[in-house]
């Protein structure tokens, strides 16, 4: 591995890892997941469509690194993630809900990370 590939892998598995994580705390309804989720109003049906969403990204960002799929498959999967995570970041917004925006903040960030990454290096 060079140097340049050091930190694409990084943030990538970064950003993978903590979309499985929350996938997973959306698919089993976690009570911080239930409440913020009531609070910006968005329905408990979505929540598995979400966490499918999360994990298809990360699934894509792993496979378009390893290059068991094209780089593209990357690209889009880090694209896909930086609209779902810019959409949470409306939402919040919207709903006037400000005190836990930094989290749907950190994911769209490492999400826009490893679209920067992924572009660069291929």
């Not at 930086?82 to 836990?100: D, E, P």
């Amino acid at each position: 591995m060079t140097a340049p590939q050091i930190p694409l892998v990084v943030v990538t598995l970064l950003t993978a890892t903590i979309n499985v994580g929350i996938a997973v705390a959306d698919l089993t309804g976690a009570r911080f997941v239930l409440a913020n989720s009531a609070e910006v109003g968005i329905p408990r049906s979505w929540l598995p469509g979400l966490a499918t969403l999360k994990l298809a990204g990360a699934a894509g960002l792993l496979l378009g690194l390893f290059d068991v799929a094209p780089r593209p498959l990357g690209v889009a999967a880090a694209c896909g993630l930086v609209v779902l995570y810019l959409g949470a970041l409306i939402v919040h917004l919207r709903a006037h809900v400000l005190h836990n925006l930094a989290f749907p903040g950190f994911y769209f960030a490492t999400a826009v990370a490893s679209l920067a990454l992924t572009v660069s290096s291929g």
